[in-house]
């Protein structure tokens, strides 16, 4: 098992910035794919991005561009989303996941994190 904890969330104006993180506890942290999703009132949960195990490598969804950034640091268990020039659309719950394997799907992780609110507004 692995327990996931989502935190920064919080009201930002457009255009400004939140950097969220994601604690993990249970299983070797390392051993597993980091991804975050968003799901806004309404719509199904989507991709956001994603990190490889050892942090090398990053994918993110195209609605992104170039405005959001994920790290992790193995050492400390945690993985971040840094979110620049947020727009009101950025508005949703955000979600870290983990999984064994690299996807975009929601089926490809297996432990979630309970979200944190993300709110942008005009």
Known sequence: QVQLVESGGGLVQGGGSLRLSC????R???????AWFR???GKEREFVGIITRDGDSTFYADFVQGRFTISRDNAK???????????PEDTAVYY??????YGV???SYDYWGQGTQVTVSS
Request: aromatic residues 6%; charged residues 10%.
């Open 23 to 26: 604690a993990a506890s249970g």
């Open 28 to 34: 070797t942290f390392s051993n597993y794919v980091m």
């Open 77 to 87: 268990n945690t993985v971040s989303l840094q979110m620049n020039s947020l727009k």
């Open 105 to 107: 799907r929601t089926k």
């Open 39 to 41: 799901q806004a009132p």
């Open 96 to 101: 870290c996941a983990a999984g064994p394997v």
